[in-house]
């Protein structure tokens, strides 16, 4: 069955860039949406942004600025980038499939990768 | 941003309990209403969307209705691995925006 898998530095200094990778095994990439949720420890869950396999994004308005999502299909997978991060962007980083339709959700999700913004 | 809120934010109960959560949100969102579980240490689970249509593989005891502002997610008989942090989601617009939880503990 199709998996996703986050992969990344597990520690970021403040002021530089978190990125990340979702490796997905076990079915396309090509023809879905692919998303990237956060959430602080402790605390809920934060929406940053949705990728089409064609390269088509929408981001949080919250974290617009700082935000690149990217794919790239020949290695099935879809990557994250936040620039100038602070300590509030410490938090579990989950991606996770998009189900669209009428309805959209988020209907497959990796297990996360923890980040933390930290000298 | 369509802000979602929770309620209770906890809440006990024992096994073989009818449990319902309730999720409002500050404009009318139509059916765009999603439901995840998440157990400590885990990836949240879709088990509901679009309000009330279960997702495969989710037990029948989980049920979800509603349309608008106000939807409830209603567990008809708890079991043991029910005992979760459930939080619900809209689709409506963007940005996606989550409910802050609702802790079910065992009593």
């Known amino acids: 069955q199709v998996q996703l898998q986050e992969s990344g530095p597990g520690l970021v200094k403040p002021s530089e860039t978190l990125s990340l990778s979702c490796s997905v095994s076990?079915?396309?990439?090509?023809?879905?949406?692919w998303s990237w949720i956060r959430q602080p420890p402790g605390k809920g869950l934060e929406w940053i942004g949705y990728?089409?396999?064609?390269?088509?994004?929408n981001y949080s308005p919250s974290l617009k600025s700082r935000v690149t999502l990217s794919v790239d299909t020949s290695k099935n997978q879809f990557s994250l980038k936040l620039r100038s991060v602070t300590a509030a962007d410490t938090a579990e980083y989950y991606c996770?499939?998009?189900?669209?339709?009428?309805?959209?959700?988020?209907?497959?999700w990796g297990r996360g990768t923890l980040v933390t913004v930290s000298s | 941003d369509i802000q979602m809120t929770q309620s209770p934010s906890s809440l006990s109960a024992s096994v073989g309990d009818r449990v319902t959560i309730t999720c409002r949100a500050s404009?009318?969102?139509?059916?765009?209403l999603n439901w995840y579980q998440q157990k400590p240490g885990k990836a949240p689970k879709l088990l509901i969307y679009?309000?009330?249509s279960l997702q495969s593989g989710v037990p029948s005891r989980f049920s979800g209705s509603g349309s608008g502002t106000d939807f409830t997610l209603t567990i008809s008989s708890l079991q043991p691995e029910d005992f979760a942090t459930y939080y619900c989601?809209?689709?409506?617009?963007?940005?996606?925006?989550f409910g802050q939880g609702t802790k079910l503990e065992i009593k």
């Open positions: 990728i089409y396999s064609s390269g088509s994004t």
């Open positions: 076990g079915g396309p990439i090509n023809n879905y949406y």
């Open positions: 989601q809209q689709s409506y617009s963007i940005p996606y925006t």
């Open positions: 996770a499939r998009v189900a669209v339709g009428t309805y959209w959700h988020f209907d497959l």
């Open positions: 679009a309000a009330s």
């Open positions: 404009q009318s969102i139509a059916s765009y």
